[in-house]
């Protein structure tokens, strides 16, 4: 099945519901589902006029808008394979991951193709430029020119089981760049999965202030409100906006990075606003504070905050609220798998394994996850996929790359991910439960445990006018092992969430 499917199915069934509502400063457009349906086979007649056609490989570099998921549903409807790569991460990855996916067709704003027309020679695969205009621009296409041409019902291409729907690019926060093959069925699975758990129906509307949850929440007929943010740029989000944009459509569900939450929740709380209509706050990327949960619990008159596990190789797995939260310096507790999901503990190796040796699952290990939504392989990475990818009895078991553990009850803790935890002189430290205890410390914002030549650092953001010999005294007494205290204005942070502490730039940075 094509997931383009579920979009025109609902527009079968509420044509007239709002499908996706723009602010102004967008244009002040809004689609119906039907005619949201009737927008996707447009630009599903004018990309083939184009030259896309089942299989051509299209990088994806458009701005969300009020058309953002009518062309990209238009894609998958063609049998396109969607490329995303997110262009916020390092210069190097980035230009790495264009060559690498050696793409046919690039659909974007016009800096993408100023940029693209100064490497045309690197990039030779591509052979087919669109812009989003109605007007040619340095040898791209337009898209919206004659798109009213044809508004003839376009046949559903009809995927096979394990063909290529779209390849998503990790952000790449703890190395190199991976290309997740997904299929249609996958992002069907997940759709399912995301409706089931937060119980959602189309009477539900959403702010999806991370772009790719408007797809499932379209899937699923509810209504799409813009968010008057730059979604790229999650930490400059501006509450207030925000904020009149939840209460004005009032929104019963938003999603998006604790980046954003964090900053709507301190303006909130500055000024004693409440926010009545949201029944999920749903928020990902990185471990959420216990403080935030506190905030949004007085915010938030009849919904919670939510916090799903997973990873662009597999999403979601588990899924813990407010109501549930459990507090504990051993970790971040992430909640209890969701239904059709199996996790399990094996011991921490960075060998590749064709098997599955449980340990004792109170213990810390490497967390392994298997479900209908769980990816099978990177896009010409095979080296990656051997090291992250088990196949027992033809089930595909993902590697997280984190380290954790089960409690008596059945909830699965975080404890930081493989390649920031370390060991030294016979102990090994894991970093979500040593920096939970360095940041009760007075003075102490955040904190980045990092592994240096010279043994254990610690690296942190200082409150303003804090003794630094004082924060010393209660850190070497938490762990002796700590060599030194290094103040940062800022602790660096992953481009796509702007949350997630780049540890291993800290690393490199300390070393020696």
């Given at each position: 099945m094509?997931?383009s499917?579920l979009?025109?199915d609902?527009s079968?069934?509420i044509?007239e519901?709002p499908?996706?509502?723009a602010?102004?400063?967008?244009g002040?457009h809004?689609?119906?589902f039907s005619e949201l349906e009737?927008r996707?086979n447009l630009?599903?007649?004018?990309?083939?006029?184009?030259g896309?056609?089942p299989?051509?490989?299209?990088l994806f570099?458009?701005k969300?808008?009020?058309?953002?998921a009518?062309?990209?549903?238009?894609?998958?409807?063609?049998?396109?394979?969607i490329?995303?790569?997110?262009?916020?991460?390092k210069?190097?990855y980035f230009?790495?991951?264009l060559?690498?996916?050696?793409?046919?067709a690039v659909?974007?704003?016009?800096r993408?193709?100023?940029?693209?027309?100064?490497?045309?020679?690197?990039l030779?695969s591509i052979?087919i430029k669109i812009n989003?205009?109605?007007?040619?621009?340095?040898g791209?296409?337009?898209l919206y020119?004659?798109?009213?041409?044809?508004?003839q019902?376009?046949q559903?291409?009809?995927?096979k089981?394990?063909?290529?729907?779209?390849?998503?690019y990790?952000?790449?926060?703890t190395g190199?760049?991976?290309g997740?093959?997904?299929?249609h069925?996958?992002?069907?699975?997940q759709?399912k999965?995301l409706?089931?758990?937060f119980?959602?129906?189309?009477?539900?509307?959403?702010?999806?202030c991370?772009?790719?949850?408007?797809f499932?929440?379209?899937?699923?007929?509810m209504t799409?409100?813009?968010?008057p943010i730059?979604v790229s740029?999650?930490?400059?989000?501006n509450p207030?906006?925000l904020?009149?944009?939840?209460i004005?459509?009032?929104?019963?569900?938003v999603a998006g990075?604790?980046?954003i939450?964090t900053?709507?929740?301190?303006y909130c709380?500055?000024?004693h606003l409440t926010i009545?209509s949201?029944?999920?706050?749903?928020m990902f990327g990185?471990?959420i504070?216990?403080?935030i949960h506190n905030?949004?619990?007085?915010?938030l008159l009849n919904?919670e905050v939510?916090?799903?596990?997973g990873?662009?190789e597999c999403l979601?797995?588990a899924?813990i609220?407010?109501?549930?939260l459990?507090v504990?310096?051993?970790?971040?507790?992430?909640?209890?798998?969701l239904n059709?999901?199996?996790v399990?503990?094996?011991k921490?190796t960075?060998?590749?394994?064709?098997r599955?040796?449980e340990i004792?699952?109170t213990q810390i290990g490497?967390?392994?996850?298997?479900s209908?939504?769980v990816t099978?392989?990177y896009y010409?990475q095979?080296v990656?996929t051997l090291?992250s990818k088990i196949?027992?009895e033809n089930t595909?078991?993902?590697?997280?790359?984190?380290?954790?553990?089960?409690?008596?009850?059945?909830?699965?803790?975080f404890?930081?991910?493989?390649?920031?935890?370390?060991?030294?002189?016979g102990?090994?430290f894991y970093t979500?439960?040593?920096?939970?205890?360095?940041?009760?410390?007075k003075?102490v914002?955040?904190s980045?445990?990092i592994l240096t030549?010279?043994?254990?650092?610690l690296?942190?953001?200082?409150?303003?006018?804090?003794?630094?010999?004082?924060?010393k005294n209660?850190v070497?007494n938490?762990?002796?092992?700590?060599?030194?205290?290094?103040?940062?204005k800022?602790l660096?942070v992953d481009t796509?969430?702007?949350?997630k502490?780049d540890?291993?730039a800290l690393?490199?940075?300390?070393?020696?």
């Amino acid at each position: 099945m094509n997931v383009s499917q579920l979009v025109s199915d609902i527009s079968f069934k509420i044509p007239e519901r709002p499908a996706v509502m723009a602010p102004k400063f967008f244009g002040a457009h809004q689609w119906t589902f039907s005619e949201l349906e009737q927008r996707i086979n447009l630009f599903c007649h004018r990309l083939k006029v184009l030259g896309i056609t089942p299989g051509s490989k299209v990088l994806f570099f458009v701005k969300p808008n009020e058309d953002f998921a009518a062309i990209t549903f238009a894609l998958f409807r063609i049998g396109a394979v969607i490329i995303f790569i997110d262009p916020g991460m390092k210069k190097k990855y980035f230009f790495e991951c264009l060559k690498e996916v050696e793409a046919d067709a690039v659909i974007g704003i016009k800096r993408v193709h100023i940029l693209l027309s100064a490497m045309k020679k690197k990039l030779p695969s591509i052979r087919i430029k669109i812009n989003l205009t109605s007007s040619r621009f340095l040898g791209s296409l337009p898209l919206y020119r004659n798109l009213y041409a044809n508004d003839q019902k376009v046949q559903f291409y009809e995927p096979k089981v394990d063909e290529l729907a779209a390849i998503l690019y990790t952000s790449g926060g703890t190395g190199k760049p991976k290309g997740v093959e997904y299929t249609h069925e996958i992002f069907i699975n997940q759709t399912k999965m995301l409706q089931e758990e937060f119980n959602l129906t189309y009477k539900d509307s959403d702010i999806p202030c991370f772009p790719l949850f408007s797809f499932f929440t379209l899937s699923m007929g509810m209504t799409n409100y813009l968010p008057p943010i730059d979604v790229s740029k999650p930490s400059k989000a501006n509450p207030r906006k925000l904020y009149m944009a939840i209460i004005k459509n009032e929104a019963t569900f938003v999603a998006g990075s604790p980046a954003i939450w964090t900053k709507l929740a301190d303006y909130c709380e500055k000024y004693h606003l409440t926010i009545p209509s949201v029944k999920y706050l749903v928020m990902f990327g990185a471990p959420i504070p216990k403080s935030i949960h506190n905030k949004f619990s007085k915010i938030l008159l009849n919904g919670e905050v939510y916090t799903p596990y997973g990873a662009t190789e597999c999403l979601p797995v588990a899924n813990i609220s407010t109501s549930s939260l459990k507090v504990s310096d051993k970790g971040i507790c992430v909640g209890k798998p969701l239904n059709g999901v199996e996790v399990k503990i094996i011991k921490n190796t960075n060998e590749v394994i064709d098997r599955i040796d449980e340990i004792n699952n109170t213990q810390i290990g490497e967390i392994l996850v298997t479900s209908k939504n769980v990816t099978k392989k990177y896009y010409k990475q095979e080296v990656e996929t051997l090291n992250s990818k088990i196949i027992v009895e033809n089930t595909t078991w993902h590697r997280m790359g984190d380290l954790g553990f089960f409690d008596e009850d059945g909830h699965l803790w975080f404890c930081g991910r493989k390649k920031h935890c370390f060991e030294y002189n016979g102990k090994y430290f894991y970093t979500i439960p040593q920096e939970m205890k360095f940041n009760k410390v007075k003075g102490v914002k955040k904190s980045a445990l990092i592994l240096t030549s010279l043994g254990p650092k610690l690296v942190i953001e200082k409150e303003e006018n804090y003794d630094l010999d004082l924060i010393k005294n209660e850190v070497f007494n938490i762990e002796a092992s700590i060599k030194d205290i290094i103040i940062e204005k800022e602790l660096p942070v992953d481009t796509r969430h702007n949350i997630k502490i780049d540890r291993t730039a800290l690393s490199k940075k300390y070393w020696s």
